[in-house]
């Protein structure tokens, strides 16, 4: 807990000081209901749907933000961005600064980055931007530049290299740890070599999709490193992000890795943010390589892969984030633990086969012990929908409490005790 109270940015606030706060940020926004603006392509939203009168909005800054709707555009860490919206726009500094050096340990505007609309668009930006900048400052080509991540690596990876027209290299892993194969990995960047690849793009896990196994990124740079090899390290915590920091304080998966240059995180999933927030955070002088001097109309240009976004997704986190403050995060992260802890309890009693990282609150079990009956009952994602299936998931998250699992786990032994299993 001690970890926690070094704080640079992160602070718990009072309801009413969250309300004024937005709304002092509103009113540094240009105002479409008062203000004469010809210029911009854009509104709040159409009040005939939308209505902006409602007197619980003044309640609820988030929608009040939603209502307002301010464009996001560009990346606000670096120059200049559309002054019309520049009070929200500081909230979202706000917030990157809080995941950025509280959470990931970055120094303080020594990083870029923004909300984006998810982590699918995070990670490939992190692709577009080492992609670029191994073309732009290594003069490399296309054919001589790879992608390498472990087979549980998220599907924005596959879908990246496909975007990129890079290729990518899937590195197999230990079936019970989940743990990247380290001799398979030197003999796919051996072949690599052979077939012309001098520039080499990795991203890590911090919680895969499936499994919540957590990569080892010193097996990849120490792989790059023995053979010499150019590569770029970027961490796919789009999952873990806000769980594995406070569960596991001894983690040095963040910027104080020297390698580490980059990191996605969701803040949809764990935080319980809106659909479609994601963020994404990188060492300072990377971002360039993705600018687009085409965007010329936009103030500070774009840096980003999807252009206007909502502002109110940034206001989202930015709540959350500071309606817990960093001891009120940690302590609803350790729940989720002892849930989490309690599932595997109950699952060791019965002898069933299971995944857990430790530190993290997804737990994956084996399929063979579940009948689909009661996977589907209970809405356990499979491993895949196509083909053999081999594994079911559990993500313990804030809703799913222990009077659930005790219920998932007397009719899961029900099951096999029918089927003579146990």
Request: glycine share 6%; charged share 20%; proline share 4%.
């Amino acid at each position: 807990m001690a970890k926690f109270q070094l704080m640079i940015y992160w602070k718990k606030r009072t309801r009413e000081q969250l309300k004024t706060r937005v709304q002092k940020a509103l009113e540094e926004n240009i105002n479409f209901a008062q203000d004469i603006s010809l210029g911009y392509p854009a509104s709040k939203l159409d009040p005939k749907v939308f209505y902006d009168d409602a007197p619980f909005l003044k309640e609820a800054p988030t929608l009040q933000t939603f209502v307002a709707n301010p464009n996001h555009i560009g990346c606000h860490t670096l120059g200049k961005s559309e002054n019309v919206f520049s009070g929200t726009h500081n909230l979202e500094k706000e917030v990157l600064k809080v995941i950025a050096v509280d959470i990931f340990k970055a120094e303080p505007d020594r990083f870029d980055g923004y909300i984006s609309p998810g982590g699918t668009e995070a990670n490939i930006q992190a692709l577009w931007m080492y992609r670029n900048y191994f073309m732009y400052q290594q003069k490399a080509t296309l054919s001589e530049i790879a992608i390498v991540s472990s087979q549980d690596t998220h599907y924005s990876i596959p879908k990246g290299a496909n975007l990129l027209q890079i290729d990518w290299i899937k590195v197999p892993v230990e079936e019970h740890s989940r743990t990247i194969e380290s001799e398979k990995l030197e003999e796919l960047l051996a072949e690599a070599q052979q077939n012309g690849k001098k520039y080499f793009i990795t991203v890590a896990n911090m919680g895969t999709t499936m499994f919540g196994s957590v990569d080892d990124p010193q097996l990849y740079v120490a792989a790059f490193q023995k053979k010499n090899l150019a590569f770029k390290l970027h961490i796919d915590a789009a999952y873990g992000g806000f769980v594995y920091p406070f569960s596991n304080q001894k983690s040095t998966i963040n910027f104080t890795h020297p390698d580490i240059s980059s990191i996605t995180i969701d803040a949809h999933k764990m935080l319980q943010a809106p659909y479609g927030t994601g963020i994404f955070i990188g060492r300072k002088g990377l971002i360039e390589n993705v600018l687009t001097p085409e965007a010329s109309y936009v103030e500070g240009m774009d840096l980003t892969l999807c252009g206007s976004r909502s502002g109110a997704n940034a206001i989202a986190v930015w709540m959350i984030l500071f309606t817990y403050g960093p001891h009120g995060w940690y302590e609803k992260v350790s729940v989720l633990q002892m849930r989490t802890q309690f599932l595997c309890q109950q699952l060791d009693e019965l002898g069933i086969s299971y995944f857990r990282e430790p530190h993290m609150n997804i737990v994956t079990l084996s399929a063979e012990y579940v009948p689909k009956k009661l996977a589907d009952r209970f809405h356990l994602v499979p491993e895949t929908h196509q083909g053999e299936n081999l594994w079911y998931k559990i993500v313990v998250m804030h809703h799913v409490e222990v009077e659930h699992l005790t219920t998932f786990i007397a009719e899961l032994k029900a099951a096999l005790l029918c089927s003579k299993m146990i």
